[in-house]
Nanobody, 121 residues
Framework: QVQLVESGGGLVQAGGSLRLSCVASGSIFSINTMGWYRQAPGKQRELVAAVFTGGRTNSADSVKGRFTITRDNTRDTVYLQMNSLKPEDTAIYYC???????????????WGQGTQVTVSS
């Protein structure tokens, strides 16, 4: 079994910063892409940022220059540093990872339970 557990959400004023963490645990052989998605009330879930196995990253235009995604492969952890937060960043943030549980197994996608980020104006 594999679990993704997020932490670091909360309430912050506009212009502030938060750092989200997500740790993968359980039966894991390897982790490919790791990323963060978010879903605001009444909106579809959207990709915020992703980091690939080799370290290359991709992020939404709305967060470029403000959010930074990194990963620590020794700890099976992905981080999202969020600076210059805006009220429109308010959402539930979900961790996502493509994981291979044993050698030869196919890659499966896993989700965390989500962490609330609220930015007040």
């Amino acid at each position: 079994q594999v679990q993704l557990v997020e932490s670091g959400g909360g309430l912050v004023q506009a212009g502030g910063s938060l750092r989200l963490s997500c740790v993968a645990s359980g039966s894991i052989f390897s982790i490919n892409t790791m990323g963060w998605y978010r879903q605001a009330p009444g909106k579809q879930r959207e990709l915020v940022a992703a980091v690939f196995t080799g370290g290359r990253t991709n992020s939404a235009d709305s967060v470029k220059g403000r959010f930074t995604i990194t990963r620590d492969n020794t700890r099976d952890t992905v981080y999202l540093q969020m600076n210059s937060l805006k009220p429109e960043d308010t959402a539930i943030y979900y961790c996502n990872a493509d994981i291979v549980q044993w050698f030869g197994a196919r890659t499966r996608q896993y989700w965390g339970q989500g962490t609330q980020v609220t930015v007040s104006s």
